[in-house]
């Protein structure tokens, strides 16, 4: 199985910056698509930045030109940079990855990083 594990949360104010980590462990697996899905309180998860294992990348509109994802494929490590931060950002953020081994493919999730952003 692959675990995720992520850090990087906490608290900012409207402006600031955070930057949160997620490192896949789980070594017969490859891992290929990572990424960050967001869920604010009342509202459905959403996807907030992806990618691919050769580096592409894909953003929702709302967070383009503030997020930047990236990832350290050799420590299988995905990073979100966030700037610009804005209340409504405000959520808990989950990491994601495709995970296969052989013809076996899941998705595993972390446990979540709580994001709060104060105006």
């Known amino acids: 199985q692959v675990q995720l594990v992520e850090s990087g949360g906490g608290l900012v104010q409207a402006g600031g910056s955070l930057r949160l980590s997620c490192a896949a462990s789980g070594s017969i697996f490859t891992v290929n698509t990572m990424g960050w899905y967001r869920q604010a309180p009342g509202k459905q998860r959403e996807l907030v930045a992806s990618i691919t294992s050769g580096g592409s990348s894909n953003y929702a509109d709302s967070v383009k030109g503030r997020f930047t994802i990236s990832r350290d494929s050799a420590k299988n490590t995905v990073y979100l940079q966030m700037n610009s931060l804005k209340p409504e950002d405000t959520a808990v953020y989950y990491c994601?990855?495709?995970?296969?081994?052989?013809?076996?493919?899941?998705?595993?999730w972390g446990q979540g990083t709580q994001v709060t952003v104060s105006s």
């Open positions: 994601y990855a495709g995970a296969s081994s052989g013809s076996y493919a899941y998705t595993p």
